[in-house]
């Protein structure tokens, strides 16, 4: 039973165009993630969501926006994709507190072109 | 800031066999969370073990332990007797209790493969 889920799989975009990516869940989970992983590399925190309070992490470029309107749902918007954005991007989802497991999406491929 | 090391890329095992696989950390915090994750091919992130950093026995489960030393910040997965399925990546990650949404962080990922 798919608990998070990531849509697309595969995302094709043109440099420059604005994408949006999807996360949807079943878990009633109230904190969610957003990673971005390169190729081989640690998955790396772009921002979260506890409830509605929006975290975005100091490094995450303004070219990066969220959105949450329910539980259930998040997505993650490029405004102007770069070649560089060309990553893995995971969701994932857990209860609020140290010791909760999160649970991770397939995952979006974005290929930049 | 919290980091976490990987220092092995790549770890192969014979299938039945032991692999250890390492993982360093660096925290200024003394009550936090540690988090071996596997990322198999083509699928999702799933968790494999956790470890209470005020916990002194080691975590177990089945075949997985780990080897935690808090003086050393150190915390190894060890895998016994090898599953060709135990092929993936595998992330250390840290999660602090004060960190806001206790956010995980993740080493740089060692590669498991296993040999039959």
């Known amino acids: 039973d798919a608990m998070v889920i990531q849509n697309p799989r595969y995302q094709v975009t043109q440099f420059g165009k604005p994408v949006t990516l999807s996360c949807s869940q079943t878990?009633?989970?109230?904190?969610m993630y957003w990673y971005q992983q390169k190729s081989s590399q640690a998955p790396k925190l772009l921002f979260h969501y506890y409830d509605k309070d929006f975290n975005n992490e100091a490094d995450t470029p303004d070219n990066f926006q969220s959105r949450r309107p329910n539980t259930s749902f998040c997505f993650l918007d490029i405004r102007s994709p770069g070649l560089g954005d060309a990553a893995m991007y995971l969701c994932?989802?857990?209860?609020?507190?140290?010791?909760?497991?999160?649970?991770f999406g397939q995952g979006t491929r974005l290929t930049v072109v | 800031a919290q980091t976490v090391t990987q220092s092995q890329p790549e770890m192969s095992v014979q299938e039945a066999e032991t692999v250890t696989l390492s993982c360093t950390y660096d925290t200024s915090e003394s009550d936090y969370y540690l988090f071996w994750y596997k990322q198999p091919p083509s699928r999702q992130m799933i968790l494999v073990i956790r470890?209470?950093?005020?916990?002194?026995q080691n975590a177990t489960e089945n075949r997985f332990s780990v080897n935690f030393q808090k003086a050393a910040k150190s915390f190894s997965l060890k895998i016994s007797d090898s599953q060709l399925g135990d092929a993936a990546m595998y992330f250390c990650a840290y999660k602090g209790i004060k960190a806001a949404g206790n956010k995980l962080t993740f080493g740089g990922g060692t590669r498991v493969l296993v040999k039959p």
């Open positions: 994932a989802t857990s209860r609020q507190g140290p010791i909760t497991e999160a649970f």
């Open positions: 470890q209470e950093a005020y916990k002194q």
């Open positions: 878990l009633n989970h109230n904190v």
